[in-house]
């Protein structure tokens, strides 16, 4: 039995988050905040802000935030990259780490990082994996109440987490999965 390199896009994104994260506890300090964080404001003449338009969704509070949302990516990715694809699935991750980054500088002028939009986007897309014209599945109607309703009563915390990520992440999820309902899309053979 060999080990496969089963979700490249899940798999590429999972070790580039990992080892910013070394970098930042042992080589490089505030390697994070400087590079994989989006503090909510933008200088238009700054190659840096442009790239952590992005990158805030590779950065993270800590190896508990870390695992805490590879944990999920993990476990949902592999299904939604076999599904839609490994270009789909990343052009979806690269979208979503993107709008909400740019509505982040729009609308906040908190910092945000780590991959909370992504996950929340992965768990709405994969809610819709069998979405038949139609018909509407009550799993996916179960989780926007759920998750999207959690972070929806929790804007009004103070507790340092972007629900705004979490919320826009769900929804383009929605998106995606509309956007795919009823397309065949290309199955990517592994070897």
Not at 38 to 57: C, K, P, Q
Not at 74 to 93: D, F, Q, S, V
Not at 153 to 176: K, P, Y
Request: charged share 10%; net charge neutral; hydrophobic share 50%.
């Amino acid at each position: 039995m060999k080990i496969s390199f089963n979700a490249p896009a899940v798999l590429i994104y999972t070790l580039i988050a990992c080892l910013v994260q070394l970098l930042n506890d042992y080589v490089i300090a505030d390697f994070t905040r400087d590079y994989f964080t989006n503090w909510g404001t933008f200088n238009f003449n700054s190659v840096l802000d442009y790239f952590r338009l992005f990158s805030h969704a590779i950065g993270h509070g800590g190896w508990e935030h870390l695992v805490g949302n590879f944990s999920f990516i993990l476990l949902i990715g592999p299904i939604l990259e076999e599904k839609y694809g490994t270009r789909n699935l990343a052009i979806m991750m690269f979208l979503t780490a993107l709008v909400t980054g740019i509505l982040n500088n729009i609308l906040s002028d908190v910092g945000l990082a780590g991959a909370s939009g992504i996950v929340f986007m992965m768990i709405l897309l994969g809610s819709l994996v069998n979405l038949r014209k139609g018909t509407l599945p009550l799993t996916f109607i179960l989780i926007v109440l759920l998750y999207l309703g959690k972070e929806i009563t929790g804007i009004f915390r103070d507790d340092n987490i972007s629900q705004f990520a979490h919320i826009l992440g769900g929804l383009l999820g929605m998106v995606f999965g509309f956007m795919f309902s009823g397309k065949k899309v290309p199955v990517q053979v592994t070897k």
